[in-house]
């Protein structure tokens, strides 16, 4: 896929855009290309699947690694027999 940079964009854009992305649950530069893939091409084009390693990219960088280190001690015994 191409990528495209936009320059000089004026702040009210990039803040309306954002709150926009924020309402519609996704990052901004989703955003971006889903208004230009409307914009240009019509809103019956289905947006395309997102990669499992896109969405791992659109995560927000939010916690530190300790924040999802693994519990020791805390397993405790199931009875699963019914």
């Known amino acids: 896929m191409a990528e495209l940079t936009v ?16 309402s519609h649950c996704r990052s901004v530069e989703e955003e971006h290309r ?3 893939r409307d914009t240009l091409l019509g809103g019956d ?7 499992f390693e896109q969405y791992l990219r659109e995560m927000p960088d939010v916690g530190e690694d300790t ?8 397993i405790r015994e199931a009875d699963l027999a019914d």
């Open 7 to 22: 320059r000089g964009v004026e702040p009210e854009v990039v803040s309306k855009l954002t709150q926009r992305a924020e």
């Open 34 to 36: 889903a208004i230009l």
């Open 45 to 51: 084009v289905e947006t395309p699947a997102m990669t």
């Open 67 to 74: 924040d999802y280190a693994r519990i020791t001690g805390s």
